[in-house]
């Protein structure tokens, strides 16, 4: 007897521009809105970076041609959107914190470093948004409400040319926003392309750790050669590192981490590249690839 077995495919998701519509209806005429990304959190090399998108009302409701999350993309479908995105937002920009900054301060003030600069570069040119719509369930881009004594404060980021330190506008969150609000999409385009060509920049510098295809993630290739060369100047040396004889990824990094921002950090450490997750996997696939996330959301 000869069974006939089809495979169902998880649909891609596809973004739109219900929430910012929303959102910039709440702000009122001439407010814009700005979409935040931030990528290269649970990377053992290079920066963490975040990107900004800005819409505002006048904005063409019609977003750019196979605009989605970034991790659901293939690496030249990616860049041939930067473009288009740019084209379609009011603004962009990205903003990067150094392996040593997060050295120095943590990933989670890194991030928020990263992302003011991301602002203050958006300043710069005259843009400041009413609200930022940030992907994921944790406000990392506003200051803490209370200080933390282990958790120190990023530097005072100043927009470029004057003494004026960056402002932070008002922040809103909202879970897997990279994959279903455009202008979130889009900044995490931007921010993912500029991470990715910084990482392929630095590939001639440091060969022997492959980071012109595992772009600093902990890929079996990086990992084997963390544990033969030692770390570099680019690693995040205050990380549990390989050579040193611990998980490839820090205390700090896991238990704030949310699983939504570590969705790429797992994906690309277990071997999946971003072009693997840009296929549309089957069910069980998608399951296998997401069980890290649903033991670290039940931990």
């Not at 000869?2 to 891609?12: E, G, P, Q």
């Not at 282990?150 to 994959?179: L, M, W, Y």
Request: glycine share 10%; net charge negative.
């Amino acid at each position: 007897m000869t069974t006939t077995a089809t495979t169902r495919r998880r649909k891609r998701p596809k973004p739109s521009r219900k929430v910012e519509t929303a959102l910039l209806a709440e702000l009122g005429d001439g407010a814009c809105l700005a979409g935040m990304d931030e990528v290269g959190r649970g990377a053992l090399a290079g920066p963490v970076s975040v990107g900004v998108a800005v819409v505002d009302a006048g904005t063409s409701r019609r977003m750019p041609r196979g605009l989605a999350d970034s991790k659901l993309l293939a690496p030249q479908a990616r860049e041939d959107l930067v473009g288009p995105v740019r084209s379609w937002c009011v603004a962009g920009a990205v903003g990067h914190a150094e392996p040593a900054e997060i050295d120095d301060i943590g990933i989670m003030a890194a991030l928020r470093l990263a992302g003011q600069r991301a602002l203050a570069e958006l300043a710069s040119q005259g843009i400041e948004p009413g609200l930022v719509l940030l992907d994921g369930n944790h406000d990392w881009l506003a200051a803490p409400m209370q200080g933390d004594l282990f958790s120190p404060e990023p530097p005072v980021v100043r927009v470029p040319g004057t003494t004026e330190q960056v402002r932070i506008p008002s922040v809103r969150t909202q879970i897997k926003a990279d994959a279903t609000c455009a202008v979130v999409a889009a900044a995490s385009v931007l921010a993912k392309v500029a991470r990715d060509s910084l990482m392929v920049e630095l590939d001639p510098e440091h060969p022997q750790f492959g980071w012109c295809g595992n772009k600093g993630y902990a890929s079996p290739d990086h990992m084997a050669a963390l544990r033969e060369h030692g770390p570099c100047l680019l690693h995040r040396r205050s990380w549990r590192l390989p050579e040193q004889g611990g998980d490839p990824y820090a205390v700090e990094a896991l238990d704030e981490a949310d699983g939504d921002a570590t969705y790429e950090a797992y994906g690309e450490a277990y071997g999946e590249t971003d072009d693997a997750i840009g296929d549309e996997l089957p069910d069980e696939q998608a399951e296998q690839r997401d069980e890290p996330l649903a033991l670290l959301d039940r931990a």
